[in-house]
């Protein structure tokens, strides 16, 4: 005999039904077939909802009830041919009735009890049971219908019964000795109790029907059909990558439904199994995929076989000194939770035995911790161990294989990707058997957390960046342009999969859960929403992506000042944005500190010569133990644009303003002329080798007469240029004099910045520097006789997009 089981959405329709009658009636059958079914997706829902709000005394549950009746009886218009419909409507006609008299009655008693529930939700699967049975009849199929609850004896506790097997399976073989029908039909999740009154065998039971009759008639097979094309490596409504898994052994698949995979009930494994039963499961809507087979171990070709999850778990601690060396007390805790009937999902006890963890589902946490605190109430009297301690809004996430015993460093792996993507663990349980690794994590990370240990056990081959960008101006732009470009080339090449899914610039903002489509993204923006930086962070952090990097393409000292919440909730910040790394010394701390805390990276290369690798080359030479002494650094490509120009004969205001009408300098040229915006890099680069240093620290040797510097604005101050020419002629003269020329040279040595003008002659490196070039010799223990040098372009937006572009690759390599 074969034993099929039909879900909820696989009944959930007229076409699903048609197509669960076209897989039966061209089954190739040997010998008889039960076929277990679901009510149709949905309806045990409404059934508990309508029987909860009669309960209550409220009257919409005749909606609820309309609702439930109009879904079947447009099943049977839809199934059925007209001449044949109103007998098959007024017999299901009848059963509603009974369903209504059921409702009012508990409208009238103004209470919903255990047992009328389980009476109420009996309807579901009677219906659509019945259903299938007459349209396989009308197919022409030798078809007949059982009604379960006379094969399935349980005991009374509604809503869970517990199946009295010896009963059952003389029941179910001996009916199946004396039914004449080639299909039986059956409706699941139903049972009877002592007094034959209906119970039920939890929610999603229906698999569970199946199991019980696949095992007592020692069936070949025992076919799952749902609405995925197997069990998954995750559940596909949160992990989009997941893939069914062809085979599997009974004990994984135990762990992974224990663990959450809903798309078996946890119970049906067992009675299967002890008979070597194979259990397979199909896709309704694509029956010729593979599927996945659950039987006796086979070989495996990774170490995880799978991986799920568990929302709304609450942690039970028990703790204190009292129960150091003493036995017996997790036996009275356990004993406890047993009278309750609490499920207990997971365990976890110190080893100095001074605690015992237990996670339980939420809705048990209440009556758990009265049962506990009752236990040990003179324990806790006499201050020997302390009250239960109680934590919610958890959930559990676990790595199931038969094979990870075989393997090594699999935690590792596993808390090292949780600890990379800021996820908090709050407690770990590891089964003897090594079949499963769990932790415990905060409810609001569990998608997070399934896609990102997904991405390290099953895509290797690829990672996913998730990218928010805000500043779109000229950088922003480039970069995305950029990213657009090598979005496949990432892919392919890197493995890298760059999703941008958010971007906003001062007035609008936009994302997208499934990434912004970069050859329309400014359409799209348009499109977006206004603009409020304390929501656009606040959805950066909501969407709780892994590998999230947050970009800051702006000059902002707002959007700077979120750096910190960014990088507390393991999201990565990079950013050509000078203000945070040159703010006070404290900030600039407490950000890398937040970044190795967290787990996260903070990455500002841009800040000093945009895409040149000065920072990094530095960083390497830091971390490789190198001692920094000495930097001399052309650090602005407007200065030295504006100097390189500024040669005999040249007048200065018109270099600077030619300077400005380039785009070579800020709106504003005495930033850079100032040399504000190169006291601010030197400090970085200061900083960056170890040096405690302020903003104020800086000595800047101005070449700018006062009146110019605080000219009331651009327009005064372009007049005071004029007013000194003079003086700027003469600064020109003194340097041609001796064959030398201008540059604004930054110097870091031996704990000490400062900035200025500086004429420098031919043998000096900065002598040939070019256009809009940067040039930063390190002087350093091991580069000691002659200096490591790093030049090249260090303005514009194309080499400071595509500096951000290698950190943004970086946050995740
Ligand atoms: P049915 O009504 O057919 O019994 P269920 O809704 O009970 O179906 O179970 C199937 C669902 O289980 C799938 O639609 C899927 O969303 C969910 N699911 C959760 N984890 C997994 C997993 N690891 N593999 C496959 N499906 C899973
Ligand atoms: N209809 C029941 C439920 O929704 C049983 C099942 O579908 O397996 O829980
Ligand atoms: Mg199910």
Redesign the pocket.
Known sequence: MQVLK?????VGSTQAIEQVCSIIASYKRKGRMAVVV?AM?GVTDKLIAAGQQAGQGQEQYRTILQEIENRHLEAIRGLFPITVQSSLLSQVKKQLNQLESLCDGIFQVGELSRRSLDKLMSFGELLSSWIVAEKLKQMGLPAGWKDSRELISTDAQFGHALVDFEVTDHQVTSFFQHQPSEYVILPGFIASGPDKETTTLGR?G??YTAAIVAAAMDASVLE?????S????????LVPQ?IAIPRISYEEAME?SHF????I?PPTIQPVMNRRIPIWIKNTFAPDDYGTLIQDNGEKPFPVT?I?GIQKIALLTLEGSGMVGIPGFSKRLFDALLREKVNVILITQSSSEHSITTGVHESDMLKAKAAIDSEFAQEIHDKRIEPLLVERDLAIVAVVGDNMKNYHGLSGKLFGALGRNAINVRAIAQGSTEKNISAVINKADVKKALNVIHEVFFESETRQVNVFVAGTGNVGGKLLEQLQSQQSYLLQELGLQVRIMGIANSRKMRFSETGIHLDNWKADLEAGHEMDLTQFAQRVRDMNLRNSVFVDNTASDEVAGLYSTFLQHGISVVTCNKIACSSEYANYKKLKDLARKFNASFLFETNVGAGLPVINTLNDLVRSGDKVNTIEAVLSGSLNFVFNNFVNGANFRKVVKAAQDEGYTEPDPRIDLSGKDVMRKILILARESGAVLEMKDIVNHSFLPDEALHAKDVNAFYEQLDVHAAHFQQLLQNASDKGERLKFVARYHNGEASVGLQSVGREHPFYQLEGKDNIVLFTTSRYAEQPLIVKGAGAGADVTASGIFADIIRTVR
């Open positions: 039909f879900g909820g959405t696989s679901s997706s999603g229906s698999d799952i059909w749902t609405d995925v197997g069990m998954m490596t995750a559940d596909p409504r997941a992974l959450g995979a809903k798309v009930y799978g799920s």
